[in-house]
């Protein structure tokens, strides 16, 4: 077993140097190129006092050199924690507030960017970084002191009062989620994957570490180009590509856009999608225009190291049919509990929980929120055996499980999980906003937004003003200002009458 995700790139770089590793929109990089810029940027940061396990914030465009810097923080012994490059200022605060980064990596943009904002203290050029003269031996020996259980990144994710929780992945889980998603899906050297995802979203760890696993082509598909699903699938013809894993959000709009209509995309051979309810309708139009690709539905929290379940699509489901999300795959074992801790039967909802080795440590800087999530599983008494609550609900259909909904307020829109508290929190820093109620239509995959204010909003002027507190992600779609928002017996807001009342 490998003590670093990051060892998987020595070993790539001696069998293919001159192989294309990773291609963005402004150029691309081979295996020896990529580890010569690790090594200079990891030199770097070593040079800047970093120690092991300090976590390294990555401010950085969607780009080669976001590759980089993950793999120098991981030769330097420390995890990278990605951010989303235009999220609002005042998230990124509260996010360092919680992270406390040693080093943050970024670029000229960046830096102005983290200066006006009173958060440039830690911030240093990637640039500057990669001109370091690379000191192998100490670099190397950053890395021999990493052990599996260490984190490898910090992925973070809404909180429920606003401020975002970053979940602690180790090593080993990443290890572990490489090999099953090369073993599963066949991941070859000749492969070429297509990444859809931001490096802030988990699901960026399929394409990234099965490529530096096996020696395949990573293409980093510029995010503007999903708005236009017809450019999209012309990119994956042009580059060849032969594995997609994207949310379904992307791959409805493709289906819906008839952007499938007279391809025939030889190379694309398996399409995997996860972070969302995937409706049978839209696969079905990608499963009769491309009939010779593998499909398969993913399941799971960041918390798991970003997929548990894997459902391969091997039959005909009408339209309006649910679509499993499978049994649990390589590394995870999943319990469906009732709220009595006991297990559910057959056809009976529970809450998905799950243990494996891709369990995370837990959450950043939070110990409290940290032991509510990551408990002892009820079922073992024998020794001490950690599971996460994902909140969840399912049910077992046979050798698969269904997903059933959420117990809380957490939801998922175009593969970012996100929570109505934190949409509110948000919502509430806007001017003249007294109270308001953060609602998910889950049918049409929108968040409803009702406001009590004197302010003259509509939509567009309330999403101007909103912009400032919440990424473009967070936005609702449908907004009413209402006189005031009714209240339950105990003085809290009725949300399940404004569900009904809006037939949510």
Known sequence: MLNSAARYLAVTAQRFPDKTAVEDEHGELTWRALESAVLAVATGLLARGIERDQPVLVYLPKSRESVVTFLAALYAGCPYAPVDYAIPLSRLERTMETLRPALTVTDEEGQVRLREAGLGETAVLYTDLLAAAPDVPAVLAAMDGVIDTDPCYIMFTSGSTGTPKGVAVPHRGVLEYAEAVVETFQITADSVLGLQSGFHFDNSTFDLYACLSTGAKLVIIPEILFKYPHKVMDLVAEKEISC?????????????????????????????????????????????????????????????????????????????????????????????????????????????????????????????????????????????????????????????????????????????????????????????????????????????????????????????????????????????????????????????????????
């Open 244 to 504: 997609i894993f994207w949310v379904p959000t992307v791959m409805i709009s493709a289906a819906n856009a008839g952007a499938l209509e007279g391809r025939a995309l030889p190379r694309l051979k398996t399409v995997v999608f996860a972070g969302e309810v995937m409706p049978n309708k839209q696969l079905n139009v990608w499963r009769r225009a491309l009939p010779h690709c593998v499909y398969a539905n993913l399941y799971g929290p960041t918390e798991v190291t970003v997929d548990c379940t894997c459902y391969i699509v091997d039959r005909p489901f009408a339209d309006s049919a649910p679509l499993p999300i499978g049994k649990p795959w390589r590394g995870a074992r999943v319990l469906l509990l009732k709220e009595d801790g006991s297990p559910a039967a057959e056809g009976e909802e529970g809450e998905i929980c799950v243990l494996g080795s891709g369990l995370a440590l837990g959450y950043w800087n939070a110990l409290e929120l940290t032991e509510k999530a990551f408990v002892q599983n009820p079922l073992n008494s024998n020794y001490p055996e950690k599971m996460y609550r994902t909140g969840d609900m399912g049910k077992w259909d046979g050798e698969d499980i269904l997903f059933c909904g959420r117990r809380d307020s957490q939801f998922k829109m175009r593969g970012i999980r996100l929570e109505l508290g934190d949409v509110e929190a948000a919502a509430s820093c806007v001017e003249g906003v007294r109270r308001c109620c953060a609602l998910f239509d889950q049918v049409k995959q929108e968040i409803v937004l009702l406001v009590e204010t004197d302010k003259p909003y509509n939509k567009r002027t309330f999403n101007r003003e909103m912009r400032a507190f919440a990424p473009a992600y967070m936005l609702p779609a449908r907004f009413e200002v209402l006189d005031e928002l009714p209240e339950n017996a105990n003085g809290k807001i009725d949300r399940p009458r404004l569900r009904r009342e809006y037939g949510l």
